[in-house]
């Protein structure tokens, strides 16, 4: 499978344009230097505010050769049941952060995620395509 990181190929653009200004106002009241569940809380309250349909720590099974694992992962949001986005509050995005929000595209039916940083000075946003 193929995927991209920061691609011109930008499905959903008008749903996660939504999100990161929903983001951006976060972490303008904010600031950096909280943790993930501060920034995760916040989010809650400003796309409740703004009416956009999300689900928080939603469950998703993983499976391997058909055989289900006994372990899942919540994704730490589904938005608009298009775009998987990933909170993260640190001195940057990682590899592995990509990498894990691939997996979670894997395994949903998702096809874009959004990882964003609020560990910095300015929001810090990676997009990723599967």
Same mark, same amino acid.
């Given at each position: &499978?193929?995927?991209?990181?920061? @691609?011109? *190929? #930008?499905?959903? =653009?008008?749903?996660?344009?939504? +999100? +990161? *200004?929903?983001?951006?106002?976060?972490?303008? *009241?904010?600031?950096?230097?909280?943790?993930?569940?501060?920034?995760?809380?916040?989010?809650?309250?400003? &796309?409740?505010?703004?009416?956009?349909?999300?689900? #928080?720590?939603?469950?998703?099974?993983?499976?391997?050769?058909?055989?289900?694992?006994?372990? @899942?992962?919540?994704?730490?949001?589904?938005?608009?049941?298009?775009?998987?986005?990933?909170? =993260?509050? =640190?001195?940057?995005?990682? *590899?592995?952060?990509?990498?894990?929000?691939?997996?979670?595209?894997k395994c949903s039916d998702c096809r874009v995620g959004l990882v964003?940083?609020?560990?910095?000075?300015?929001?810090? +946003?990676? #997009?990723?395509?599967?």
């Amino acid at each position: &499978m193929d995927y991209h990181v920061n @691609s011109d *190929n #930008r499905p959903y =653009k008008n749903e996660t344009d939504l +999100i +990161i *200004n929903a983001a951006i106002e976060v972490h303008r *009241n904010l600031g950096a230097g909280f943790l993930e569940i501060v920034y995760k809380d916040a989010l809650c309250i400003e &796309m409740d505010g703004r009416g956009y349909f999300y689900e #928080r720590e939603k469950r998703y099974s993983v499976y391997y050769k058909d055989v289900l694992l006994p372990h @899942s992962f919540y994704a730490d949001f589904i938005i608009f049941d298009t775009v998987i986005l990933e909170i =993260k509050a =640190k001195s940057g995005i990682a *590899n592995e952060d990509l990498a894990q929000t691939i997996n979670y595209l894997k395994c949903s039916d998702c096809r874009v995620g959004l990882v964003l940083n609020f560990g910095k000075p300015t929001l810090e +946003i990676r #997009r990723v395509v599967f």
